[in-house]
């Protein structure tokens, strides 16, 4: 069997090249999450602003649901942290690949019901653009570490026919962007601490 | 009787104890043979005798068959009670949306020869315990000799699907002809309309309702069985909100008063039970549309007449399903155009083809929306409503020291009337008004000679156009400037 030899200078800088190119592109992907928070935070508050009552009220939290292709994100700490990172990058990338379909069939239904409501409108748009553009940041780390992201799976988002089902549905919504803007926060802050700059 | 042909007698009997009685029943005219019966039962059955006097024997046989007794009776007509056939409801249906309840019931008692007046009681009844929440008389004619078929509908305070609803009926015909006592028919069986109030779903009602401002509210919560009712909300209304009034073991209503105009997306209801579920459902409250304001038809090129108008108190009903819908007639063509332009403009406007020979449109708009409609209405001579375009393209033909032609262009047919052109001649000082009168063209140009201009002199042109008197209507806008500097003398 023939040994070939191995420059290892290159070979360690050809790996900290790719170590660093992986840490720029967490931080970038990080940074998008810090502002997908925020952005989720205004859309989740323009949104039920514009549904009425009980929308917005103290006492109104009601439990969210999972849809196929975009279950909650919540997870206890222990089994959060017992995820590995491709598992972390994969869950990310499927909510975020899902999310554009479920954000745009909110802001459709929204244009029907709120046709007035323009910045409601721009906001779901801006958040489905967002989403789009974390999911293939979050794939390209994960090629960048070897990873193979699945495929994404179709998803069929609920359309509900009663209005106040709608008003639901998009708060629900509203309500798991923001939640896995905050779990890809917390994903890639992690990650960071792996791979620093 | 219940058929003027048959009578239903029955009796008491003094003794404490009628175990094994039997009776003897003889009933018969004056000189007549009587016809008689026996029966077991302290009730019998004789044809009714309308003239005269019907004398009835009972005479009562102890369980040894010994008589104990013997009674006469002297029956006429007016001793005898008219007891209509109980009616049958053959049909209820239920309009969710319209919340009415249809009953249809035959009459096919008693068939007499003549028209005859009928009053019916309907009585509906709902909750759990029962009790009756409307009792409506209707009156009616019967033909002769005819069974009939009649309906009758109600309007529920309470969305049907909130709770069962029965129906019940009952009938008093005026029977003229009979002398005696005329009385109330039994109640008929109760018909029943189910509600959703089952036990097997959470929800409410009525779902997506559209509603006029100022109207009172009522939303009802079903709920699943295990579940026990907490509270219904409704908007960020608490002091107008009637407790609620439970309906059955899994249905409850709250009713609001003087509601106010919601949300664009709805003001909603919802409704909590426990353990921790909730559902709800959307109002949208606002106003019919308001009659058509400042309708006015116009036509600039005898192609298109355009008419315009405003919508007048805007009716807070937003989206396809809610705005107004505006379509705009034309009587004498028959012809109809719908608007589709954007919701809630300051002006509406519509596009209706002008047709060929015809001068006179008598135009109406006509509004609608879930809670009503509206119209107003134009006649219009087109001749009489011509507002040009703007003149547009204005060239200097013919240019000398004092002299040009102006010529410019008015798009649209306009061979049908004579046109008025004001060109305003500026030339740094006061400007200078010239009107001309021009034959309205085909091939939209125009044009017109200014003299007396002065030599080497700037000058700015502008032209607007209507039609001359008596068919002024409109002025057009002014043209652009148009800038030009007349030769050198030579």
Redesign the interface.
Known sequence: MEVLPVDLPNLRTSSSHSQQGIASRISQAHHLSVSMQRGSEQLLTEYVL??????GNADFN??VPDFPGLPSPALSQEAWKDLSDAERLQQDVMAFSNLPAFLSAVKRQ?E??????SELHRQLETAGMQCRGMASNLKSIMTAMGLMPEPAVPVEPPNPV???SK??VGYYVCQLYREWANRSEEDLALLATKYPL | THDLQNVLCSWTTASATDLGLSYKFCYGLRYSSPVCEKTQDNRAQMTLNSFGTTFVGIETFNSSANLISKNTFRLREENISYVPITPQIRNLTANSSARTLNLEWNYGGLLVPFDMDATWQIRILRKDPIETVALETYDSKLPGNTATILSWSWTSDIPLECTTHYAQIRCYLHLEVFSGTKTWSEWSPLAKMPGQDTGSLIK?FP??EVAQVGTNLTFCCVWKRGQSFKKI?Y??YSAALSPPVRLSNWSAVIYVQNANK???????A?CEVDP?D?????TFVGYPPDTPQNLSCETSDFKEITCEWKAGRPTNL???ERRTNYTLFESISGKNVTYNGK?NPEYYRCNFLVLNNQRIYNFTIHGSNPLGQSESSLLININYRVHPQTPTALTVINNSPTHITLAWQLSGNLMPIMLQCLVRINSGGAPEDLNVQLNGTENLTYSVSIDKLRPYTKYVFQVRCSAIEPFFWKWSRWSENKHHTTLEAP
Do not use: C
Not at chain 2, 278 to 282: K, L, M, V
């Open positions: 514009r549904q009425g009552i009980p929308f009601p439990h929204q029907m019901l709120n046709s007035l409501a009663e209005n106040f008003k639901l | 409410m779902v997506d909300g908007s960020n919601s949300i664009e997306a709805g003001d909603n919802w921790g909730f559902t709800g459902t959307t937003y989206s396809a919701e």
